[in-house]
């Protein structure tokens, strides 16, 4: 016996042979220049007389796509030899226009029973008799530039393979390959295809063109690939020896690193605690050194701790974000047919999640003596989420601008105003009550009512030193996966392999909560009690190393800071998403490290039970 359920809209769809198939277009995007356009906004391209456009999710939008329906006619298991799609006369502007998307290398994504049309690659050592050697990378070019002509040919004419399989009386698209070419024809007819020798067709001119517009649709059973295994050929790019070589090299680092915590712990500490009594503690306490004067001034409120405290909140709340999306992504809920699944899950889950934000930020917020809990709520709600909206609406201006599908609409901006307004501020209200409510942290020993001085540092405890130092591990246990999510964000590659993630995430965690550990350790042996911040810039270093690699990838894979390729827009785009990207990254780090710390420092306190 067993039971099965559909998630909604990723069920498979049979079409009867006859069937109209529907094909969507979407939206034009670079590896190159990180600045999609929806793909009637082409001043060049086709556009019918009535445009349909499907309800698209919160997620499909942010990420620029912008669905609409098209003239092409698709018929189940009817081959079509040639059709004309129209003749477009193109002003000198749209002409170089063109010449532009072309030269930038853009790709045009078209969409056909949720698959995306993808150009086909073979396997070394493949030939086209294999076609389980079949790769795909979605999207197709959009023409073909020659950089040593400088001449740019755009291609007006498509041959489409879509690939099915037979179930029962119905069929299933598995596959959907989009061969472009470049013909130059006037006509209004059909070109001949058989001729190889035909002109391609130049653009990028100052000058009037007239361009036709043809398409080719041939059906191909394919049995070597069924409905549930068909985005595998999307999926096959990344060598999977290059995840499990960063695992292991991440596991050395993690293996030195507790050693490293277990001598602090069981040789150090230990030795301390036992070389003084209770007495003794205090009868010499001025002939003592290192972390044990601190006694009396390493539980002292942190500075500006009506400000720590909503911070800490928020990260936990992105955290918990994090962790819920990758699960969802584990059990295969957030699959690549899912579009725009992965950030409208993540928003989602960031709201549900205030409450857990409210609640962690009150709880601080009343251990170091707080009294006013529905402020310290409030400031936990705006404190993250303002900041980044601020910054999203400013490059939204540059976007609306530049006429890109990346900026958002008003009506999502309104949107998403709404949601915080009447989900993320009363859920962040009422778990900020709750936490505050709650007993505070009972401390192990009581602070001194005069602190104690902060001596001079040593060079590398200096902030500058101390950060960039316990930023170096955590940053090598995941640099090679960063380069695979950079990849897949920037160079709209499928990121899917959710188990590797969630491996190198609790590594991750560990090395920081342990690099946490000690750089703080080492700080209070030097005399600094005020922890409290060190503690959160520790765990939240690697995010510096985060940037820089975003930067060199910026560089080295991608070409939007040529000025002859693209703008200012597109490498204000990049480096404001980045350093986004980075802050909240850094916001989970910093508060894994600081609660590590934190629970530290109360347990080797506790051990010599001071009072």
Known sequence: M????????MGPQSFKPGERVPLNVNRVFSEHVPLPFAYYDLPFVCKPQDIRRPWLNIGEVLRGDRIASSDYELTMGQDTECRVLCTKTLTPAANEEAGRFVEQDYLVEWIVDKLPGATVFLKHGADNSQTKQKEYEPGFKIGSYGKVSGRAYLNNHVTMHVLYEKRGEGRRIVGFEVYPRSIKNTSGNCPN????????????ESKEAKVTYSYSVHWVEDTSVRWTHRWDRYLTA???????????????IIL????VVAIILMRM??????????????DDIEETSGWKLLHGDVFRAPNYGGLLAPLLGTTVQVMYTFIVTILLGILGILSPSYRGGLLTTGIVVFLLMGSASGYYSGHLYRTWGGTNWLKNAVMTAILVPAPIIGAQLVLNMFLWYQASSAAMPFSTIVLLFVLWLFIKLPLTLLGGWYGFKRQPYSEPVRT?????????????????PSILLAGALPFAVIFI??????KSIWQDSFYYEYGYTIIVGLILSLTVCETTVIMVWLSLNCGHHRWWWRAFAYGAS???YIFAYSVFFYFTRLRAGMPDVAGFVPTLTFFVHSLLISAAYALCTGSMGFFAAYFFVRRIYRMVKLS
């Open 448 to 464: 001194n009512a005069i602190p104690r001085p902060i001596p001079p540092q040593p060079g590398y405890m200096k902030p500058v």
């Open 2 to 9: 067993a039971d099965a359920f559909y998630i909604p809209s």
């Open 256 to 259: 030195l690193l507790s050693g």
């Open 542 to 544: 690697s995010s510096v």
């Open 238 to 252: 990344t060598d999977q020896q290059v995840h499990w070589y960063a695992i292991l090299n991440s596991v050395v």
């Open 193 to 204: 295809l058989k001729d190889k020798s035909i002109e391609p067709l130049l653009v990028g």
């Open 269 to 282: 500490l230990n030795r301390d605690v036992s070389m003084y009594t209770e007495e003794e503690f205090r």
């Open 481 to 486: 996966e960063l380069f695979l999510v950079l």
